[in-house]
Antibody
Framework: QVQLQESGPGLVKPSETLSLTCTVS????????WSWVRQPPGKGLEWIGH???????DYNPSLKSRVTVSLDTSRDQFSLQLSSVTAADTAVYYC?????????????WGQGILVIVSS | SSELTQDPAVSVALGQTVRITCQGD??????ASWYQQKPGQAPVLVIY???NRPSGIPDRFSGSTSDDTASLTITETQAEDEADYYC???????????FGGGTKLTVL
C-alpha cells in the first residue's frame, strides 16, 4: 500500500518561497499524477496542481504564476514550490496520488503539514 | 467562490438515508469524485467515476449524476459517517480540477 509523507518548514515569512517535499513509499512514482491540495484553517479543500509522471503539469489558474510542482524519481519524491507567499497561503498542505479514470481520483493522501505564513 | 456548489451543512437521523449534492456546469460533461474528511484527518476517496467505491468503503455509500448535479447518498447512516464531504471534478475543458465547498454532515 502506497504511503505519502509531507515534509518541510512549518513557518514561512511573507514574500518568501514555500517549499515542501512529499516522499512516496510502497509504490512507484513512475506512474500516476502527483498532486498538491491545501486547506486553510477551518475552510475547504483547494486543488493546487499536479504533475503527471511523464512530465505534464497542470496548475490552478489562481496560483499558476507562483506554483511549480516537480518530480524526483530517483528519490521517489515530488515537491511543491509556492513563491511570494502571503498570510492567505497559510494552510494545511496535502500531497496526494491521483489516477485518471473518466475523472481524476485522489486515492492516497499524506497526513498533511501545516504551513503558517508569518513574520 | 467554488465552481462546484454544495450545501454547507446537512443533518440526518441515525439509520436514515441522506443525499449530499454538488452542482456545477462541468458535471454535465465530467464525473465527480467524492471525499470524506473527518476532523484532523486527510480526506478519503469514497466514490469515483460517478458510482464506484474503492476497496474498504461500505456499500451504503453510492453516487449518481443528473444533468449538472452529482449526488452522494448514504443509506443506513452510521455515527461514524459524520464528517465533511467534498466533491471534485474537472472544470469544463480546462486542465484543472476544483473541489466543492464541502458539506458538513451531522448524524443525529
Amino acid at each position: 500500500q502506497v504511503q505519502l509523507q509531507e515534509s518541510g518548514p512549518g513557518l514561512v515569512k511573507p514574500s518568501e518561497t514555500l517549499s515542501l517535499t512529499c516522499t512516496v513509499s510502497g509504490g512507484s512514482i513512475s506512474s500516476h499524477y502527483w498532486s498538491w491540495v491545501r486547506q486553510p484553517p477551518g475552510k475547504g479543500l483547494e486543488w493546487i496542481g499536479h504533475l503527471y509522471y511523464r512530465g505534464n503539469a497542470d496548475y490552478n489558474p489562481s496560483l499558476k504564476s507562483r506554483v511549480t510542482v516537480s518530480l524526483d524519481t530517483s528519490r521517489d519524491q515530488f515537491s511543491l514550490q509556492l513563491s511570494s507567499v502571503t498570510a492567505a497561503d497559510t494552510a494545511v498542505y496535502y500531497c496526494a496520488r491521483a489516477y485518471y479514470d473518466a475523472t481524476l481520483n485522489f486515492d492516497s493522501w499524506g497526513q498533511g503539514i501545516l504551513v503558517i505564513v508569518s513574520s | 467562490s467554488s465552481e462546484l456548489t454544495q450545501d454547507p451543512a446537512v443533518s440526518v437521523a441515525l439509520g436514515q438515508t441522506v443525499r449530499i449534492t454538488c452542482q456545477g456546469d462541468s458535471l454535465r460533461n465530467y464525473y465527480a469524485s467524492w471525499y470524506q474528511q473527518k476532523p484532523g484527518q486527510a480526506p478519503v476517496l469514497v466514490i469515483y467515476n460517478k458510482n464506484n467505491r474503492p476497496s474498504g468503503i461500505p456499500d451504503r455509500f453510492s453516487g449518481s449524476t443528473s444533468d449538472d448535479t452529482a449526488s452522494l447518498t448514504i443509506t443506513e447512516t452510521q455515527a461514524e459517517d459524520e464528517a465533511d464531504y467534498y466533491c471534485n471534478s474537472r472544470v469544463s475543458s480546462l486542465n484543472y480540477w476544483v473541489f466543492g465547498g464541502g458539506t458538513k454532515l451531522t448524524v443525529l
